[in-house]
């Protein structure tokens, strides 16, 4: 009987140790996915904004927003780098895996977007952007504009190749993420379809961009 009790009250002792472990453990998973949750959100909101400021052509606040979203973004990087250990989680890892691919390639479109404007502002006014600067509106003739353009495009041609590179980047990045992993739908949301979508904007993206530097050069 003594001994029946000792090994019942060590038995006792390693269930009750288990127990706080692993409540330990949920809690503070818990508090970082959370976190991350916030992060993600903020995200979110700065992304709709640089979309609005993209709907008005206002290229001020187009930077303005790029900035924005820059540290929105190395902010959810940083936070995501806390859950890096649960890709070792079977099945969950998967997921993580995909987040911080995710994430990266975010980072990159962030960078395509910046250098994209960067390419265009020097045309803000010709091609309609509000505060545009270069041209001189109506004061300058149609001819004058083109010669503007046609002397300006060799200096495009190099960007042209760092926006290539930038997107063979994304595609990297989106190589590694498999949509079949996810469901159809959650709910009524379409889950997998934008997903795939998504992939084949940047799959297109990045054949319009290749196909675009020999018509500069040319």
Same mark, same amino acid.
């Given at each position: 009987?003594?001994?029946?009790?000792?090994?019942?009250?060590?038995?006792?002792? #390693? +269930?009750?140790?288990?127990?706080?472990?692993?409540?330990?453990? !949920?809690?503070?998973? *818990?508090?970082?996915?959370?976190?991350?949750?916030?992060?993600?959100?903020?995200?979110?909101?700065?992304?709709?904004?640089?979309?609005?400021?993209?709907? +008005?052509?206002?290229?001020?606040?187009?930077?303005?927003?790029?900035?924005?979203?820059?540290?929105?973004?190395?902010?959810?990087?940083?936070?995501?780098?806390?859950?890096?250990?649960?890709?070792? #989680?079977?099945?969950?890892?998967?997921?993580?895996?995909?987040?911080?691919?995710?994430?990266?390639?975010?980072?990159?479109?962030?960078?395509?977007?910046?250098?994209?404007?960067?390419?265009?502002?020097?045309?803000? %006014? #010709?091609? *309609?952007?509000?505060?545009?600067?270069?041209?001189?509106? *109506?004061?300058?003739?149609?001819?004058?504009?083109?010669?503007?353009?046609?002397?300006?495009?060799?200096?495009?041609?190099?960007? !042209? %190749?760092?926006?290539?590179?930038?997107?063979? +980047?994304?595609?990297?990045?989106?190589?590694?993420?498999?949509?079949?992993?996810?469901?159809?739908?959650?709910? %009524?949301?379409?889950?997998?379809?934008? #997903?795939?979508?998504?992939?084949?904007?940047?799959?297109?993206?990045?054949?319009?961009?290749?196909?675009?530097?020999?018509?500069?050069?040319?």
């Amino acid at each position: 009987n003594k001994r029946f009790k000792r090994s019942s009250k060590k038995l006792l002792k #390693i +269930l009750v140790s288990v127990s706080l472990f692993v409540l330990i453990f !949920a809690i503070i998973s *818990g508090l970082l996915v959370y976190r991350v949750y916030k992060k993600g959100v903020n995200t979110s909101s700065s992304v709709k904004n640089l979309v609005e400021a993209i709907k +008005l052509q206002d290229l001020e606040k187009i930077k303005s927003e790029i900035s924005s979203t820059e540290n929105s973004v190395s902010e959810l990087q940083e936070s995501y780098n806390t859950l890096l250990w649960m890709k070792f #989680i079977p099945f969950l890892g998967s997921y993580i895996s995909d987040g911080e691919h995710a994430v990266s390639a975010s980072k990159y479109g962030l960078e395509i977007v910046e250098v994209v404007v960067n390419i265009i502002e020097p045309y803000a %006014d #010709i091609i *309609g952007l509000k505060n545009g600067q270069q041209a001189k509106s *109506g004061q300058e003739t149609a001819q004058e504009r083109l010669d503007f353009i046609i002397k300006t495009i060799p200096d495009i041609v190099p960007k !042209a %190749d760092e926006l290539i590179k930038k997107v063979q +980047l994304v595609r990297v990045e989106l190589d590694n993420i498999d949509p079949d992993r996810y469901p159809k739908k959650v709910r %009524d949301i379409e889950v997998r379809s934008k #997903i795939e979508k998504g992939f084949e904007l940047v799959d297109t993206s990045s054949e319009l961009l290749e196909r675009s530097k020999p018509l500069l050069e040319a």
